[in-house]
């Protein structure tokens, strides 16, 4: 009876000791996963950041060369008014290198001529030109001299997380006055470029949060 005792007592204590590792085992797995499920979510959210930032830059840069594309119009519509033979100032032989628009060494001599740049025809022509691309048309314009809002067309603006700006185009050579487009409404676009990576995020999340849940 004794030896079954002892032997009872020690088979006793090693399902104990087992017990308490599995115990710990566990606690150390819920840790592990716990940490592995937050690091998963921050890498998320990290590429989901950088994605959305790459949209926004995509649609930066789109928007600008519309707008390019808008001023120029207006500025031949006014020389299209212009006496046969006028001379309007052009790109000097040294500015052949640069990105300057043609149409920035213009203005000066249009506005000379008495026919200077008219904001709110760039913008319906602005208007005209997102319609035809499938861009949202929400928009203003600015005019800015040295920095300095000097004129606005388009829509008022209003202050929205997702409110898109274009690059300032110069219509001047020395960049002294500028135009800026800022799209208020582009939602769509993100939309259109990030949905597939909202979605899966969203579920990614969900599925997360379900996994946290069941280890607590």
């Not at 716990?34 to 921050?42: D, P, R």
């Not at 582009?186 to 979605?199: A, V």
Request: net charge positive.
């Amino acid at each position: 009876r004794y030896v079954i005792f002892r032997l009872t007592g020690i088979f006793s204590r090693i399902i104990v000791s087992l017990r308490k590792k599995n115990y710990m085992a566990n606690k150390y797995i819920k840790f592990i996963t716990f940490f592995a499920v937050i690091l998963l979510i921050a890498l998320q959210i990290i590429w989901l950041r950088n994605s959305y930032l790459f949209a926004k830059n995509e649609i930066s840069t789109n928007v600008s060369d519309l707008l390019e594309n808008a001023i120029d119009q207006e500025t031949f519509s006014r020389l299209s008014l212009l006496p046969k033979g006028t001379m309007v100032k052009s790109r000097p032989k040294s500015d052949s290198g640069k990105d300057t628009p043609e149409f920035a060494y213009m203005q000066e001599s249009l506005v000379e001529l008495g026919h200077p740049l008219s904001l709110d025809t760039v913008a319906n022509m602005y208007r005209e030109i997102l319609r035809k691309k499938h861009i949202p048309n929400t928009f203003s314009l600015i005019m800015l001299k040295d920095n300095q809002l000097i004129a606005q067309a388009g829509d008022s603006i209003s202050s929205s997380i997702f409110l898109v700006k274009s690059r300032e185009i110069p219509i001047r050579p020395d960049y002294s006055i500028t135009i800026q487009a800022q799209i208020i409404n582009p939602q769509k676009l993100f939309y259109q470029r990030m949905g597939i990576l909202l979605l899966s995020t969203s579920l990614l999340i969900l599925f997360v949060i379900s996994c946290i849940i069941y280890q607590i």
